[in-house]
């Protein structure tokens, strides 16, 4: 597996290895003793799984609030994304900062977003599968988010506003100024 740093500590991209023949792959898209070595201590406890049919499809920007907060281990099955996670740890010398990351099933990539970062991905293709790993279970209670295009934040995703596919619940988060970090 090879770990790639991010300009945000903590945030890291993640490339198991993959081993092709005329048949097609095999991949270990997650080893724990793997993880361990390269010095990610994570224990996972439940894998989420999504679907977005449209090209547009914009998810986020969620987490969750202390004592509920989740790592994420992100990968796309299917299609692309592209991720982003905002800082939003008080006192962080990248509050407020953003990453953004195209993580494709063409890629191989995976993004490791730790607990106190905002989270969202807006899919890049049709059809887009995307699964990931938390390490703490989904508590409506803690369930926050921070609105997707705050000029604050200044997030280029890549894509016209008026493209973008939104559920209700994520058209009506607060601000990053107005939002809840605990």
């Not at 740890?89 to 607990?115: C, D, M, Y």
């Not at 390490?135 to 369930?143: A, G, L, Q, R, W």
């Not at 016209?160 to 100024?177: G, I, Y």
Request: charge should be negative.
């Amino acid at each position: 597996m090879q770990v790639q740093e991010t300009e945000i500590p903590g945030v890291l991209l993640l490339t198991p290895k993959r081993f092709g023949d005329h048949r097609g792959f095999f991949s270990e898209t997650y080893n724990n003793r793997l993880f361990e070595e390269a010095g990610i201590h994570l224990n996972f406890v439940q894998d989420n799984q999504s679907l977005s049919v449209e090209k547009g499809v914009l998810r986020g920007l969620h987490y969750q609030l202390e004592p509920k907060a989740q790592d994420k281990l992100v990968r796309v099955i299917k299609g692309a994304i592209l991720d982003i996670a905002v800082d939003i740890r008080h006192g962080s010398p990248t509050f407020g900062k953003h990453i953004s990351a195209v993580i494709s099933q063409e890629n191989w990539q995976q993004i490791l977003v730790p607990k106190g970062f905002a989270h969202g991905f807006i899919t890049l293709e049709p059809n887009t599968e995307v699964v990931y790993k938390v390490t703490d279970y989904y508590s409506p209670d803690h369930e926050r988010g921070i609105l997707w295009n705050d000029p604050e934040l200044g997030i280029n995703w890549g894509i016209d506003p008026s493209e973008v596919v939104l559920s209700d619940r994520d058209k009506k988060h607060p601000r990053f100024s107005d939002a809840d970090f605990g």
